[in-house]
């Protein structure tokens, strides 16, 4: 059984609860603790609101936990608030875990675009398109380093993934679509 952690703070903690409830061979556990923490095979970092999700990670003490944890191979996947929170870079303000080599720009579709649904194609996932559901969700402008695309839409970065760490703009726990979750759990045999 593997123990997928959700960092359960603020935003789509229950969504992601869940879908990984439906996967066989999976169990979730809400992570708010370092006990928590440091009992899971991997953790999702939720959509939300990173500013709110990153105030609470100091005020709990997790950050640096965290980052070491991440930093020495535990499987991480940040949908929407979550991969900002993974970004070396944020236009405009200071990043938080600071671990993939993402530059990110915050509620970045304009207003008409601030929360939509379309579909794609993500060839390493799968050889169907995707459902993906953005809300207020943010850019990966540019990737350096390791950090691999996995699907942009006319242009812009939507999802990459470098080494341990995936990173969604979109948020697959919003569908009934359980393949970006088994995408992420197939990394932890990786
Ligand atoms: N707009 C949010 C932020 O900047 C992210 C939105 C989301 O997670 N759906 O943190």
Redesign the pocket.
Known sequence: MKKIGILSYQ?TVAEHKKALSKIEGVKPVEVKTLEALNSVDALIIP?????TISKLLNIFGLMEPLRRRIESGMPVWGT??GL?LLAKEIEGEAAHLKLMDISVK??AFGRQLDSFYTSRLIPRVDDSPLPLVF????LIKSVSKDAEILCEIDGNIVAAKQNNMLATSF?PEFTDDLRMHKYFIDMIKE
């Open positions: 935003g959509g939300g609101e990173s500013t929407c608030a900002i915050r509620n809300i207020r969700a943010p948020h």
